[in-house]
Every structure is written in structure tokens, then in C-alpha cells.
């Protein structure tokens, strides 16, 4: 049975861009039987705020949306990530790295799709405190260990894996529980997501997310990148760039079943058209 799941980081309120992803994610579910939940993100302590959680399930609601189970939640399970990024150094295949992001961007040669690719200057080190230092993927031991991989996009077709455009990974972050590629991959694969339904914009982080399933020996689910609701200069909708909130909308009376079928119906709001969203180098 397929399962999908729509995973909001609560940094912000929902946007015309969260209502497509939801939308996305709902139907697909409930178009071949399956179920559909909802993962609260949030164990970025800089960033999130959870009193905006009551809001994001207020806007969903309101989109006509419905949802399987109780509302999960990452930071409930800081001990999964802990356990797993234990394995992972265990394998040796962590390294702590004090390096900050200004020396890695002074250091760095190439760019990767999350910015400066590490340039490996803490590499082979290992005794650390963990709490004063992030933790990276050794990309090339991760990839000798599991070999060639592969994985699925429903509308991409097959893909060979090719994470190491990131280079050396951060797993372990010093200001929050995981990386976002831990938590996701493992709270995918504990709530058995089936159908991972993301942004295009994500297309490369999950070559990360494919690789980890594959080093912990986690279920292979099968993804679907969908396009992204962009601006007329092609960028991700942002509220810092004036998309309005669902929330103010919801306020204001306007009908959220209504606006969810004008999405599924590709009838965009004023001015916004679909991309991949993924922004062009600068
Ligand atoms: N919390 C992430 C976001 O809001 C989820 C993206 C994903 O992994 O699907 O962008």
C-alpha cells in the first residue's frame, strides 16, 4: 500500500508552494488507496517555531486535506538520529570537522547544489568531543562500502545514485540534533513512506538520502520530485519575497477546498507558473 507523507519545517507559515506540496502528496495517496501523514519538522532550534504548528494544520484542514494517524513529530525521535549517527561513526565512516563556514567557503575549489563542496580538511581525524563538533560523511569510504547504487523517480525514471556532488556531508550538526538528510531519511523510513513526494528543488539532496538508505540498511522507497510553484524570475516562492500566508487567507474567509482544486487543476495563482526551482548559480 502506498503511503506519502507531507513534512513542513515549522519556520514559517505555509505558502502557496506548501499547499501545491501538500496537494501533491494527499492526492497521490488517496488516488491509489493509500495513506497520507503529516511530519512536523522541527528540530532546527534556531529556526523553528512551534506555535505554528496549531496554523499549518489549520491550513491543511482548511485545503480539504486529510490525514492518517497522529502528527509526527522529529522531535520526538532525536534518539533515532543519535543511534544511527553512532553506527555510521562505528563504521568509521563519520569524521568530526571544527571547521567553520567561512573557512570551509575560503577553502573550497568547487560548488556543490548546497554551496561550497567541503574541501576535506578535517578528514582521517577521529577523537572528538560530539557535542563541539559537527560530523561528516566520508563520501568516498560510504561509496567504496556500498558500491554502486541506484534508485526511482516516478516521473524521472531510474537514476543512478550520485551523492558525492555534495561532497563530505554534514550528518551530525553542532547547533541541532541531525542534518536534515539524516532526519529525513530515517524518519521516512520509520513512518514507511512508500512514495516520497519532495520539490525538484530536493532531486539532488535525495542522491544523499539514497546513499544512507543504503549504508543503514533502511527500505528503498520509490520518489516522486514534482515541480515547484515559482516566480516569474523562475525562484522558489518565498514569504520573505511577499507569497502570502494560507493563514491570512484562511482568515480573511477565502476557501481553501476551493484553492486546493485550482492547484490540482494547474490554474496557478497571479503570476506564479511551475519550475524546478532550483536557482540559478551566482
Ligand atoms: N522539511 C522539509 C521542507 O519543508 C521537507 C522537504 C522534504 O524532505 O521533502 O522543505
Request: glycine share 10%; hydrophobic share 40%; charged share 25%.
Amino acid at each position: 500500500m502506498i503511503r506519502t507523507r507531507f513534512a513542513p519545517s515549522p519556520n514559517g507559515l505555509l505558502h502557496f508552494g506548501h499547499a501545491y506540496a501538500a496537494v501533491v502528496a494527499h492526492d497521490l495517496a488517496r488516488a491509489r488507496g493509500g495513506e497520507f501523514l503529516v511530519r512536523i519538522e522541527d528540530i532546527d532550534g534556531t529556526r523553528s517555531r512551534t506555535e505554528l504548528v496549531p496554523e499549518i494544520l489549520a491550513d491543511l484542514e482548511w485545503l480539504g486535506l486529510t490525514w492518517d494517524g497522529p502528527v509526527v513529530f522529529q522531535s520526538a525521535r532525536l534518539d533515532t538520529y543519535a543511534m544511527a549517527g553512532q553506527r555510521l561513526i562505528d563504521l568509521g565512516l563519520l569524521y568530526p570537522c571544527s571547521c567553520t563556514r567561512r573557512e570551509v567557503a575560503d577553502a573550497a575549489r568547487d560548488q556543490g547544489p548546497d554551496g561550497p563542496i567541503y574541501p576535506g580538511t578535517c578528514r582521517g581525524r577521529h577523537a572528538a568531543q560530539a557535542n563541539e563538533v559537527a560530523w561528516r560523511l566520508d563520501m568516498a569510504r560510504a561509496f567504496d562500502l556500498v558500491g554502486p547504487i541506484s534508485w526511482e523517480d516516478e516521473l524521472a525514471g531510474p537514476q543512478r545514485c550520485s551523492p558525492e556532488q555534495f561532497g563530505d556531508v554534514v550528518l551530525l550538526r553542532r547547533d541541532a540534533p541531525a542534518s536534515y538528510h539524516l532526519a529525513a531519511t530515517l524518519d521516512d523510513a520509520a513512518d514507511g513512506i512508500t512514495t516520497i513526494t519532495r520539490g525538484q528543488d530536493l532531486f539532488a539532496a535525495s542522491q544523499v538520502h539514497r546513499l544512507l538508505q543504503a549504508l543503514l540498511g533502511l527500505p528503498v522507497p520509490v520518489w516522486h520530485h514534482h515541480p515547484l510553484l515559482v516566480e516569474a524570475d523562475g525562484r522558489k516562492l518565498a514569504k520573505r519575497r511577499g507569497s502570502p500566508a494560507l493563514a491570512d487567507l484562511r482568515r480573511t474567509g477565502q476557501d481553501g477546498r476551493a484553492l486546493a482544486n485550482e492547484l490540482r487543476a494547474g490554474r496557478l495563482p497571479a503570476g506564479l507558473s511551475l519550475g524546478n526551482g532550483v536557482e540559478p548559480a551566482a
